[in-house]
């Protein structure tokens, strides 16, 4: 027996690989496909009759720049009428950002009118991908348990085997050392499961918002270390200040709230006869730098 219409286009919306969710002219949620149930984590009874403009579904741009109030894509479409498509992150249900290939479209009735919006949200990389190389890592011992990202061990093999690459070939490279700020008060206030729940949120946020070809793990409790390859200098502390707004505007979900992390940062680019010790330990004394000149801060330390 064949769908009535309707039911038809239903379906196929409910089982396209992407994302989909449609709002009416006020930016009400009246459709949520399972495609954006998966990349966000909300299912549609999480969201549906609830605003696009609530943020419970924060979105940023390439710049890690906050897209809200009338930048909202779905009510920029609305207002003018017209398409947009660009790169930007959210922040799933976990916490941490996602980055996406975004599209929104004006729905129009015969008149012409606009009636709503549909946004369609695409993963720029593949999560299917990353958990099947994750748990190929995690069989030969080379995965954080708490994090889910490299461990000290694997991490520390990467540093060995690109210094090594570096004396041969001397493509520059930097590290990056990353510490959440006052994680100490964190425990205090809630305790050591909110803790682990922040260095979770915040490595997965890093690891989203570094390249494929870039490295990073769980170096210590309070401490992640980025291998940023064909990176130079004067570069890192960009890459490390876009990574900081990302943690910035990440959230940790703890028992209806949301806790929000700053992180500070210390950065030095790979020098002839570095060894793991000497490029690790100058990333660190760039780090206790900008611990110490205040929140949210990223220091250099150069050879």
């Known amino acids: 027996m064949s769908l009535p219409q309707s039911e038809l286009y239903h379906l196929i919306l409910e089982n396209l690989p992407v994302g989909v969710y ?19 984590g909300y299912l549609r009874q999480d969201v549906l009759g609830h605003r696009c403009q609530d943020r419970f579904l924060e979105h940023t741009d390439a710049e ?12 920029e479409t609305m207002r003018e009428g017209r398409p947009v498509v660009t790169r930007a992150s959210l922040r799933n249900k976990g916490g941490h950002f996602l980055a996406v ?13 606009i009636q709503g919006a549909v946004e369609i949200l695409e993963e720029l990389a593949s999560s299917s991908r990353m958990d099947r ?3 190929k890592l995690a069989a030969f011992g080379c995965i954080d348990g708490l994090t889910g990202l490299l461990n000290h061990g694997r991490l520390k093999s990467h540093l060995r085997e690109q210094l090594a690459l570096y004396a041969e070939h001397p493509v520059p490279f930097c590290v990056l050392s990353f510490a959440i700020d006052d994680l100490g008060k964190l425990r205090e206030r809630y305790g050591q499961a909110a803790v682990d729940s922040a260095l979770r949120v915040v490595g997965q946020t890093l690891e989203n918002g570094l390249r ?14 980025a291998i940023l390859l064909e990176c130079i200098e004067s570069d890192v502390a960009t890459v490390g200040q876009r990574l900081q707004k990302m943690v910035q505007h990440a959230g940790i979900s703890w028992w209806g709230d949301m806790l929000r992390v700053t992180v500070s940062a210390g950065a030095t680019a790979a020098h002839d006869h570095d060894s793991v010790e000497s490029i690790v330990g100058r990333a660190e004394q760039a780090l206790k730098k900008s611990s110490e000149a205040g929140i949210g801060q990223i220091a250099l330390v150069g050879s």
């Open 22 to 40: 449609v709002v009416d002219r006020e930016g009400k949620i009246l459709f949520w496909n399972a495609g954006v149930e998966r990349i966000t």
């Open 101 to 113: 290939r975004l599209r929104t479209v004006p729905l129009r009735d015969e008149r012409g009118s």
């Open 64 to 75: 890690n720049n906050p897209l809200e109030g009338s930048s909202i894509p779905l009510l």
């Open 212 to 225: 494929p070809t870039d490295f990073i793990g769980h170096w210590q409790e309070n401490e992640f270390i």
């Open 133 to 135: 190389r994750q748990n």
